[in-house]
C-alpha cells in the first residue's frame, strides 16, 4: 500500500509540476483554433518563450519580467504568423512549421550565453503547509502561473460560451461565409487570436525556465510545444478539457520515474510511453461511433 | 537517396571552389593555404550544446584549448544525432574542410556511423570516445580512447557515504550501456565500503538529455528519501539544481558543477581530455601513429575529481584522499571477488579481480548487490 501511494503522491505531484507548459500552450492553440487557423509554430513560441524569460530574468533579477517578457516575445512571433497567414493562398500549416523552426533557431542564437548562469527563478505557493511529509509538502508547491493558467482556461471558456467577441471568434473560425455576411472582421480576428494564444504559448515556456525544471538549455522543451497542440483535439477544442487533458498528460509522464524508485523496474521504456498510449486510447473511446473531431471549427484548414 | 544527393552537391561545390582557388593561386594572388604550410585540420563532433555543464563541454573545453596550438586548426560541430546525421558531417568535414583526424566523441556514433565512414576513408584517421575499439574486428585508422572515470565515481561513492544520514543514495542514468553501469556500481561499491547498509537507488531516462524527465527522476528519488544523488547523463546541470533546491547532497560527474550547487556539492568525477587529445595531436604533428586503444585513469591524468564542497566532513576527506592516494599508483581494483550482482547472482568469483584496466569491464551487463534498479 505504502508503494502505492508513493506512486500516486508522485503522479499527483507530477501533473501539478509538468503540466503548466502544457496547458498554457494548448489553451493558446485553443484560442487560434477557435478562430479557424493552425499553429503548429507554437512549439517555437514555447522554446523561445523559455530562453527570453531567462535571460530577462537573470538580467533584471525578476523572474515575474520574464514571465511579461516571454509573453512579449510569442505575441511578436505569433502575431508575424498571424500576419503572414493573412495573406491570400498561405498554407498555415507550412508557415507554422517556418515560425516552429525560426523560433528555436532564435532561441538557441541568442540563448548562448544563458546556459551557464543561474537566473532568479519563480517562488511556489506552499500548499502543502499543514503537512509534515516532506514529500507532500514538495508535491503541493504549486507555482503561481499553473494558477495563471487555470485561471485563463476558465476565462476563456467563460468568454467562448457567454460574451460578444468569444462568439464573433466562433462565428469567424467555424463558418466564413457567416462572418461576411454579418461583416465581422476575419482578418483582424484571426490575426489577434494568433498572437494572443502565442502570448500564452510563450508564458508557458517561461514556466520552463523559470520554476520547472528552472534552467535554460537547448534540449529543454524536447517537442512539449507539438504535443501540446495534439491535446487541443484530445480536448474537443473546449479550454476546460485542456486542463483536464494537461493535467492527465503531466500524472502519465510522472509514471516512469516514479515505478523505478518503488523497484517496478521492467519496462520503463514502456511507461515513459504511457502519455501517448494514454492519448490513444482515450482518442479512440472518444471517436467512436462516427463521432470524431466533434467540436472542431468548420474553417480549419485541416477539416476543409 | 537525398543524403547522397546533398553530399554531391556539396563536394561538387566544394571541386569549384577549389579550382577557383587554384586558378586564383596561378594568377600569382596570395592564397592562405598556398603560401603556408598546410596545418593539422581536427574535427570535433558533438551530440549536444558545447556548454552543457557536462560531457560536451568537458570535450570541447579541451578542444578550446588546442585552438593555441601551432601548426593545428580546429573546425567543431556541435548537436549532432547519433544518426545518419553523423555520417554527413564527417564526410563534409573531411571533404570541405579538409580534416585529417576526427573525434566522434559520442558513444553511439562509433558503430555503424564511425566503422561505415572510416572504412570508405582509409587515410583519414577516425580516434572515438568510448567506444570498444577490437584489432581483429575494426579497421586500422579506426581506434578509441576512454578515461577510467569509474574510479571517481567510487570516490563519489565513498564521499557520499560519509555524507548520508538515510543511507540511501541515489543514480540519475541515462541509458544502461557499460560506461554507465560501472559508474552506477562503482558509485555503489564506495558508499559501501565505508558502510556496508548504504543501498542505491538508480532511474534509467533512457536518453542521454531530456531535462523534464531528469528533474521528474530526481524528485521521485528525493521523495524516496535519498540524500545524495550523482548521475551520468549529459547535461547533468538539472539533476545538480535540483538537488541543491531540495536540500540534499550532490556528486558531480562530467565537468565541475560546484556553481550549480554550492552548498550540497561534496565532489566529482570529472574529465580532464586535454591530457588525450594533447597527446594524440603531438603524435600527429610528429608523423608517428596516433595509438589504435588508449586508456587511462587518474594516474595517468585522464579523470580528475572536483574540490571538495562544504557538505564533505573532514573524516570524509581523509577518507576519499587516502583511496584517492592509493588509485594514484595506477591499476586500482573495485570489482573484486566474490562480487554478487543484486539478483543474487555470482557475477566475479572469488579469487578474481578486475582493476580499473580490465577490458572486461568495458562489457559489463549487471547491477551490484545494493543498488535498487534494473538494466532492461
Same mark, same amino acid.
Given at each position: 500500500?505504502?508503494?502505492?501511494?508513493? /506512486?500516486?503522491?508522485?503522479?499527483?505531484?507530477?501533473?501539478?509540476?509538468?503540466?503548466t507548459p502544457f496547458l498554457f500552450v494548448s489553451i493558446g492553440e485553443c484560442l487560434t483554433e477557435k478562430s479557424g487557423r493552425i499553429n503548429l509554430g507554437n512549439e517555437g513560441v514555447l522554446v523561445l518563450g523559455a530562453?527570453v524569460a531567462?535571460?530577462?530574468?537573470?538580467? @533584471?533579477?525578476?523572474?515575474w519580467?520574464g514571465v511579461a517578457a516571454a509573453g512579449l516575445a510569442g505575441l511578436l512571433l505569433g502575431g508575424l504568423h498571424g500576419a503572414v497567414c493573412s495573406?491570400?493562398?498561405?498554407?498555415d /500549416?507550412?508557415m507554422g512549421?517556418?515560425i516552429m523552426?525560426a523560433g528555436?533557431?532564435?532561441?538557441?542564437?541568442?540563448?548562448?550565453?544563458?546556459?551557464?548562469?543561474?537566473?532568479?527563478?519563480?517562488?511556489?505557493?506552499?500548499?502543502?503547509?499543514?503537512?509534515? $511529509?516532506?514529500?507532500?509538502?514538495?508535491?503541493?508547491? /504549486?507555482?503561481?502561473l499553473?494558477l495563471l493558467g487555470i485561471a485563463a482556461a476558465v476565462a476563456m471558456e467563460w468568454c467562448f460560451r457567454a460574451t460578444r467577441v468569444g462568439l464573433r471568434i466562433r462565428i469567424v473560425g467555424d463558418?466564413?461565409?457567416?462572418a461576411?455576411?454579418?461583416?465581422l472582421p476575419i482578418a483582424r480576428t484571426r490575426f489577434l487570436a494568433t498572437a494572443c494564444g502565442s502570448a500564452l504559448a510563450g508564458v508557458g515556456g517561461a514556466f520552463? $525556465?523559470?520554476?520547472?525544471?528552472? $534552467?535554460?538549455?537547448?534540449?529543454?522543451?524536447?517537442?512539449?510545444g507539438?504535443?501540446a497542440v495534439?491535446l487541443v /483535439?484530445?480536448a474537443?477544442w473546449n479550454p476546460i478539457n485542456c486542463i483536464?487533458?494537461s493535467?492527465?498528460?503531466?500524472?502519465?509522464?510522472?509514471?516512469?520515474? $516514479?515505478?523505478?524508485?518503488?523497484?517496478?523496474?521492467?519496462?520503463?521504456?514502456?511507461?515513459?510511453?504511457?502519455?501517448?498510449?494514454? @492519448?490513444?486510447?482515450?482518442?479512440?473511446?472518444?471517436?467512436?461511433?462516427?463521432?470524431?473531431?466533434?467540436?472542431?471549427p468548420?474553417q480549419l484548414s485541416?477539416?476543409? | 537517396?537525398?543524403?547522397?544527393?546533398?553530399?554531391?552537391? #556539396?563536394?561538387?561545390?566544394?571541386?569549384?571552389?577549389?579550382?577557383?582557388?587554384?586558378?586564383?593561386?596561378?594568377?600569382?594572388?596570395?592564397?592562405?593555404?598556398?603560401?603556408?604550410?598546410?596545418?593539422?585540420? =581536427?574535427?570535433?563532433?558533438?551530440?549536444?550544446?558545447?556548454?552543457?555543464?557536462?560531457?560536451?563541454?568537458?570535450?570541447?573545453?579541451?578542444?578550446?584549448?588546442?585552438?593555441?596550438?601551432?601548426?593545428?586548426?580546429?573546425?567543431?560541430?556541435?548537436?549532432?544525432?547519433?544518426?545518419? #546525421?553523423?555520417?554527413?558531417?564527417?564526410?563534409?568535414? +573531411?571533404?570541405?574542410?579538409?580534416?585529417?583526424?576526427?573525434?566522434?566523441?559520442?558513444?553511439?556514433?562509433?558503430?555503424? %556511423?564511425?566503422?561505415?565512414?572510416?572504412?570508405?576513408?582509409?587515410?583519414?584517421?577516425?580516434?572515438?570516445?568510448? !567506444?570498444?575499439?577490437?584489432?581483429?574486428?575494426?579497421?586500422?585508422?579506426?581506434?578509441? %580512447?576512454?578515461?577510467?572515470?569509474?574510479?571517481?565515481?567510487?570516490?563519489?561513492?565513498?564521499?557520499?557515504?560519509?555524507?548520508?544520514?538515510?543511507?540511501?543514495?541515489?543514480?540519475?542514468?541515462?541509458?544502461?550501456?557499460?560506461?554507465?553501469?560501472?559508474?552506477?556500481? *562503482?558509485?555503489?561499491?564506495?558508499?559501501?565500503? =565505508?558502510?556496508?547498509?548504504?543501498?542505491?537507488?538508480?532511474?534509467?531516462?533512457?536518453?542521454?538529455?531530456?531535462?523534464?524527465?531528469?528533474?521528474?527522476?530526481?524528485? *521521485?528519488?528525493?521523495?524516496?528519501?535519498?540524500?545524495?544523488?550523482?548521475?551520468? =547523463?549529459?547535461?547533468?546541470?538539472?539533476?545538480?539544481?535540483?538537488?541543491?533546491?531540495?536540500?540534499?547532497?550532490?556528486?558531480?560527474?562530467?565537468?565541475?558543477?560546484?556553481?550549480?550547487?554550492?552548498?550540497?556539492?561534496?565532489?566529482?568525477?570529472?574529465?580532464?581530455?586535454?591530457?588525450?587529445?594533447?597527446?594524440?595531436?603531438?603524435?600527429?604533428?610528429?608523423?608517428?601513429?596516433?595509438?589504435?586503444?588508449?586508456?587511462?585513469?587518474?594516474?595517468?591524468?585522464?579523470?580528475?575529481?572536483?574540490?571538495?564542497?562544504?557538505?564533505?566532513?573532514?573524516?570524509?576527506?581523509?577518507?576519499?584522499?587516502?583511496?584517492?592516494?592509493?588509485?594514484?599508483?595506477? !591499476?586500482?581494483?573495485?570489482?573484486?571477488?566474490?562480487?554478487?550482482?543484486?539478483?543474487?547472482?555470482? =557475477?566475479?568469483?572469488?579469487?578474481?579481480?578486475?582493476?580499473?584496466?580490465?577490458?572486461?569491464?568495458?562489457?559489463?551487463? %549487471?547491477?551490484?548487490?545494493?543498488?535498487?534498479?534494473? +538494466?532492461?
Amino acid at each position: 500500500m505504502e508503494a502505492l501511494s508513493t /506512486v500516486l503522491l508522485a503522479m499527483l505531484a507530477g501533473s501539478l509540476r509538468v503540466s503548466t507548459p502544457f496547458l498554457f500552450v494548448s489553451i493558446g492553440e485553443c484560442l487560434t483554433e477557435k478562430s479557424g487557423r493552425i499553429n503548429l509554430g507554437n512549439e517555437g513560441v514555447l522554446v523561445l518563450g523559455a530562453m527570453v524569460a531567462y535571460a530577462t530574468s537573470y538580467e @533584471t533579477g525578476s523572474p515575474w519580467a520574464g514571465v511579461a517578457a516571454a509573453g512579449l516575445a510569442g505575441l511578436l512571433l505569433g502575431g508575424l504568423h498571424g500576419a503572414v497567414c493573412s495573406l491570400a493562398r498561405v498554407n498555415d /500549416v507550412a508557415m507554422g512549421i517556418a515560425i516552429m523552426l525560426a523560433g528555436t533557431g532564435l532561441a538557441f542564437f541568442f540563448g548562448k550565453p544563458y546556459v551557464q548562469p543561474t537566473a532568479p527563478l519563480l517562488p511556489g505557493i506552499p500548499f502543502g503547509f499543514w503537512s509534515s $511529509s516532506a514529500q507532500v509538502r514538495n508535491a503541493l508547491l /504549486v507555482c503561481p502561473l499553473f494558477l495563471l493558467g487555470i485561471a485563463a482556461a476558465v476565462a476563456m471558456e467563460w468568454c467562448f460560451r457567454a460574451t460578444r467577441v468569444g462568439l464573433r471568434i466562433r462565428i469567424v473560425g467555424d463558418s466564413q461565409d457567416a462572418a461576411l455576411a454579418m461583416g465581422l472582421p476575419i482578418a483582424r480576428t484571426r490575426f489577434l487570436a494568433t498572437a494572443c494564444g502565442s502570448a500564452l504559448a510563450g508564458v508557458g515556456g517561461a514556466f520552463l $525556465s523559470l520554476y520547472y525544471p528552472g $534552467s535554460w538549455n537547448e534540449g529543454l522543451s524536447s517537442g512539449q510545444g507539438l504535443m501540446a497542440v495534439a491535446l487541443v /483535439v484530445f480536448a474537443r477544442w473546449n479550454p476546460i478539457n485542456c486542463i483536464y487533458a494537461s493535467l492527465l498528460f503531466g500524472a502519465a509522464g510522472a509514471l516512469g520515474p $516514479s515505478l523505478q524508485t518503488i523497484g517496478i523496474t521492467w519496462g520503463y521504456y514502456l511507461f515513459y510511453a504511457a502519455p501517448y498510449v494514454v @492519448t490513444l486510447i482515450v482518442l479512440i473511446i472518444t471517436a467512436r461511433g462516427g463521432r470524431s473531431l466533434r467540436g472542431m471549427p468548420g474553417q480549419l484548414s485541416i477539416g476543409r | 537517396m537525398p543524403a547522397d544527393t546533398l553530399l554531391a552537391t #556539396d563536394v561538387s561545390r566544394r571541386r569549384l571552389l577549389a579550382g577557383g582557388a587554384a586558378g586564383l593561386a596561378a594568377l600569382g594572388l596570395p592564397g592562405r593555404r598556398a603560401s603556408a604550410a598546410r596545418p593539422l585540420i =581536427v574535427g570535433f563532433i558533438y551530440v549536444g550544446p558545447k556548454d552543457d555543464y557536462g560531457y560536451n563541454q568537458a570535450h570541447a573545453e579541451a578542444a578550446a584549448m588546442l585552438k593555441k596550438t601551432p601548426g593545428v586548426s580546429i573546425v567543431e560541430e556541435e548537436r549532432v544525432p547519433e544518426s545518419d #546525421d553523423v555520417s554527413r558531417t564527417m564526410e563534409s568535414m +573531411i571533404r570541405l574542410d579538409g580534416a585529417t583526424l576526427l573525434f566522434p566523441t559520442s558513444f553511439g556514433y562509433f558503430d555503424p %556511423y564511425m566503422l561505415r565512414t572510416a572504412a570508405k576513408y582509409p587515410n583519414i584517421q577516425f580516434r572515438h570516445c568510448g !567506444g570498444l575499439w577490437q584489432k581483429d574486428k575494426h579497421p586500422m585508422n579506426t581506434g578509441s %580512447y576512454f578515461g577510467y572515470i569509474g574510479m571517481c565515481q567510487y570516490l563519489n561513492g565513498i564521499a557520499a557515504a560519509h555524507a548520508t544520514k538515510s543511507k540511501k543514495i541515489g543514480f540519475v542514468a541515462a541509458k544502461p550501456i557499460p560506461q554507465v553501469l560501472v559508474n552506477i556500481n *562503482s558509485f555503489t561499491l564506495g558508499a559501501r565500503s =565505508v558502510d556496508p547498509a548504504i543501498t542505491t537507488s538508480v532511474i534509467f531516462t533512457g536518453e542521454w538529455s531530456m531535462p523534464v524527465k531528469e528533474a521528474e527522476a530526481s524528485n *521521485s528519488l528525493i521523495d524516496q528519501g535519498i540524500d545524495v544523488v550523482t548521475c551520468h =547523463v549529459d547535461s547533468p546541470k538539472v539533476v545538480m539544481e535540483t538537488a541543491e533546491r531540495r536540500g540534499i547532497f550532490a556528486c558531480g560527474y562530467h565537468a565541475n558543477q560546484s556553481k550549480l550547487a554550492p552548498k550540497g556539492y561534496l565532489t566529482g568525477a570529472e574529465w580532464n581530455w586535454i591530457t588525450v587529445y594533447r597527446q594524440f595531436i603531438d603524435d600527429a604533428l610528429n608523423g608517428k601513429p596516433i595509438p589504435n586503444f588508449t586508456r587511462g585513469g587518474l594516474a595517468e591524468g585522464f579523470v580528475k575529481m572536483s574540490p571538495y564542497g562544504p557538505g564533505l566532513s573532514d573524516a570524509g576527506r581523509k577518507n576519499v584522499d587516502s583511496v584517492k592516494a592509493e588509485m594514484m599508483k595506477g !591499476g586500482y581494483t573495485v570489482f573484486k571477488g566474490p562480487l554478487k550482482d543484486n539478483k543474487g547472482n555470482t =557475477v566475479i568469483p572469488a579469487g578474481t579481480a578486475y582493476p580499473e584496466t580490465a577490458i572486461q569491464l568495458e562489457s559489463l551487463n %549487471y547491477l551490484v548487490e545494493g543498488v535498487n534498479g534494473a +538494466i532492461a
